[in-house]
């Protein structure tokens, strides 16, 4: 099946650590997006790509980062420089509209 | 500044009657807009969308109307079932890169 594939769904960090979460699309999709979403709230862009080995920050993009080496494949890096890291991840291709993955749950230790 | 935003955060409805969900954006530059549907440790699942060149588009069982002149959006669910309680977003496209600009949610409540 088509679609976009998030893991791990639950992941946990120690304080200090970077993790990487994996977004993978099989549906030949140019663009691809990370979210971060808070409780109760909506959805942030942190980076977006809309070719490969490009990508741009969006709104939240400080304490992480991402490459773009794949099509497929959009890789995001919560680094120890974020605070906060303790979200909700969501990762989306295609354009007009974005599909969404699963969701990554990032819980601090 | 740019920004999306909903005047109810929760709706509750009776099973079998329609929803109307609504959505104020700021940016009259804006020419996508989108509802998704997010269903509890789910991402988000695209409903509907429209453009600015129209007012009204028809899904299954879902409507989404645009006006323009006040800058607002609806989302309307005919004969709401269970199935439909969910947290709906709507989203803006404001320029002409793909970035999408969320408001912050409606919670749907579909009562037996």
């Known amino acids: 099946d088509g679609g976009i594939t998030q893991s791990p769904k639950y992941l946990f960090r120690k304080e200090g650590q970077n993790v990487t979460l994996s977004c993978e699309q099989n549906?030949?999709?140019?663009?691809m997006y990370w979210y971060r979403q808070d409780p109760g709230q909506g959805l942030r862009l942190i980076y977006y790509?809309?070719?490969?080995?490009?990508?741009q920050k969006g709104d939240i993009a400080e304490g992480y980062s991402v490459s773009r080496e794949k099509k497929e494949s959009f890789p995001l890096t919560v680094t120890s420089a974020q605070k906060n890291p303790t979200a909700f991840y969501l990762c989306a291709s295609g354009s007009q509209p974005q599909h969404f993955g699963d969701g990554t749950r990032l819980s601090i230790l | 500044g740019e920004s999306v935003g909903l005047h109810l955060p929760t709706l509750s409805v009776q099973e079998g009657d329609n929803s109307i969900i609504n959505c104020a954006y700021s940016n009259s530059a804006s020419d996508y807009f989108i509802w998704y549907k997010q269903e509890s440790g789910k991402g988000p699942q695209f409903i509907i969308d429209i453009r600015s060149n129209m007012d009204k588009r028809q899904g299954q069982r879902v409507t989404v109307l645009l006006n323009k002149t006040v800058k607002h959006l609806s989302l309307q669910i005919a004969a709401t079932q269970p199935g439909d309680s969910a947290v709906y977003f709507c989203a803006e496209n404001p320029d002409n890169t793909d970035k999408l600009i969320f408001g912050t949610g409606t919670r749907l409540q579909v009562f037996p």
């Open positions: 549906l030949n999709h140019d663009a």
């Open positions: 790509s809309q070719i490969v080995n490009d990508f």
